[in-house]
């Protein structure tokens, strides 16, 4: 049975919002699911795909510099 | 072209002291006398006999001449394919788009031309005085009566040394293995951190970054800043190779650079530019130049990219387009599979509730008094009926029979009266002094009869 994080969906990177959504799928697609646990795993599954939409529609490339040993911000100067 | 003539004839004189008189020789002075129409010195010392000055039939005519020149130079390897090393002057280009030009140095000049087609080719823009290489055969134009280079490529001077190097190295590095399809890493096709290793101030970081930001806003790009030409250069791409593996442990490195002349592109053809390329942690993509220059570093990077835009477009094989597509898709299927399950989910219950239906106790409990009911119309009518006869028949029976019975008078208080054992029911039966037996309740008992007279 697939396993629901229980992190909240917030706080899921699009790469581990996106796994989770892939296995949710996967796990609905066995059909081996009782009937509850499939009903929440679409709900789950519902809000991943809301989340990532969400993450793909905000995205905005974060540019950084290495600057000795840290990473700073990157001033462009156009 | 008088010398040139004097020249290679006289090369062909194996010996200046030989004893026979030079047939060419003297004819070609000979034509030289006639051609130019002056008197020539010929200096005798080289042992000839007396010119025949009035031979009188010319063996060579200007053309064929010019064209047995020719002959003899084209046909000599040593002057086809040859670099020739000087500085431009000269140079001219006609609307007919060959380009003319001289190459000299303190000693000599040496006329030279490229035809349209070469000069279109050239990466390199000749100026007069540019010191170049410059390859090609030389030749005689005929009509002209010059010889020349027919160049067919120009290079700043000091490239092909370059080049020579490059070649070395190349094949060094080749041998060690550094350059085996077998070393190359696959590019992630979604990377999270995109190491980028190039000036902070150039076009090239200019266009990759607009190209992630295009392609793949979710990602993030780290920096390394670094000079890309000069010789701080190879040192410094090292360091920030090493830095951002180390720090920043991006899921690839671009390296990158804008176009420029070779010398421009030299650090990346840097041992140890190459060496790092090779050892980074993380996979390489290299976008050093134009579409037509390889370095070093392009052998040894994963994957080589004409452009820093290219490498960057490489770096992200799926755009944000292909995730919204994606994820379009997947939310379908969610649903679906969703819908899929309690469509499937009421149909199992709508199968288990008939069933339920079909084999519910309630529904034998109904049958069996159903049942019940059927043999009770049946067969309990006629038992009914007979135990209703018989107890009627049993009531008739008892009814007479206690009607019958004298016991049931004699305990009522009644008496039975016998004379002789029969019974006395008249007063004429008796007179006094006759013996009777008296039957009661619980017994007999003798009576004397009195009183009847």
Redesign the interface.
């Known amino acids: 049975m697939a396993k629901i994080d229980p992190k909240p969906i917030e706080e899921l990177?699009?790469?581990q919002a996106?796994a989770e959504?892939?296995t949710?799928?996967a796990a609905?697609?066995s059909?081996e699911?009782p009937?509850e646990t499939?009903?929440s795993l679409?709900e789950r599954?519902?809000l991943l795909?809301k989340h990532?939409?969400d993450?793909?529609d905000k995205?905005?490339?974060?540019?950084?510099?290495?600057s000795g040993?840290?990473?700073q911000p990157?001033e462009?100067?156009? | 072209m008088l010398c040139l003539v004097f020249r290679s004839i006289v090369a062909e004189i194996p010996d200046g002291k030989r004893p026979d008189p030079n047939q060419d020789f003297s004819r070609v002075l000979k034509f030289l006398q006639l051609l130019v129409d002056i008197p020539l010195v010929v200096d005798y010392s080289l042992g000839m006999e007396q010119m025949a000055l009035f031979d009188p039939s010319p063996r060579w005519t200007v053309t064929t001449l010019t064209r047995h020149l020719r002959e003899l130079l084209e046909e000599d390897d040593s002057l086809q394919g040859i670099w020739v090393q000087g500085e431009i002057s000269n140079l001219s280009r006609p609307a007919s788009g060959h380009v003319y030009f001289t190459l000299k140095d303190a000693g000599a000049s040496l006329r030279c031309v490229m035809w349209r087609s070469d000069a279109a080719r050239q990466r390199f823009v000749p100026q007069d005085g540019a010191a170049v290489e410059a390859h090609g055969s030389i030749s005689i134009y005929e009509a002209g009566g010059q010889y020349q280079l027919y160049a067919d490529l120009l290079r700043p001077l000091g490239e092909g040394t370059l080049y020579q190097e490059f070649l070395r190295l190349k094949a060094l590095l080749e041998a060690e293995g550094l350059f085996d399809s077998g070393r190359k890493r696959p590019i992630p096709e979604?990377p999270?951190r995109i190491g980028i290793v190039t000036s902070?101030?150039g076009a090239a970081l200019?266009d990759m970054?607009n190209t992630?930001?295009r392609r793949?806003?979710?990602?993030?790009?780290?920096?390394?800043?670094t000079p890309v030409q000069g010789d701080e250069a190879p040192p410094a791409i090292v360091a920030?190779f090493q830095?951002?593996n180390r720090?920043?442990a991006p899921d690839v490195i671009l390296l990158a650079r804008g176009g420029g002349s070779i010398e421009d592109l030299w650090a990346f053809n840097d041992e140890r530019v190459v060496r790092a390329v090779a050892a980074s942690t993380a996979p390489v993509i290299s976008g050093v130049g134009h579409e037509t220059d390889f370095t070093l570093a392009d052998f040894a990077a994963d994957l080589r990219a004409p452009t820093p835009t290219a490498a960057a477009e490489l770096a992200t094989p799926i755009t944000?387009l292909d995730?919204?597509a994606k994820?379009t898709e997947?939310?379908r299927?969610?649903t679906s599979?969703?819908t899929a399950?309690?469509q499937?989910?009421r149909e199992a219950s709508a199968w288990l509730e008939s069933r339920l239906q079909t084999f519910s106790p309630a529904r034998r409990l109904q049958t069996e008094r159903q049942r019940l009911d059927e043999l009770s119309r049946r067969g309990s009518a006629a038992q009914a009926y007979r135990l209703e006869l018989a107890a009627e028949k049993l009531r008739g029976m008892e009814s007479r029979l206690a009607a019958l019975s004298p016991l049931a008078v004699l305990r009522r208080g009644y008496s039975v009266v016998t004379k002789n054992k029969v019974v006395v029911s008249s007063k004429a039966q008796v007179a006094d002094g006759d013996a009777l037996a008296v039957r009661v309740r619980d017994g007999e008992f003798e009576a004397r009869v009195t009183g009847n007279g």
Not at chain 1, 59 to 66: D, G, S, Y
Not at chain 2, 216 to 225: D, G, I, Q, T
């Open positions: 990177s699009y790469e996106y959504l892939e949710v799928v609905l697609e059909g699911q009937l499939a009903l679409f599954g519902q795909t990532c939409a993450l793909l995205a905005e490339l974060k540019v950084r510099q290495l040993e840290t990473l990157f462009e100067n156009e | 979604l999270r902070a101030s200019r970054l992630l930001r793949l806003p979710l990602a993030e790009a780290v920096l390394a800043p920030a830095a951002l720090v920043a944000v995730l919204k994820l997947i939310g299927v969610l599979e969703a399950i309690l499937r989910q």
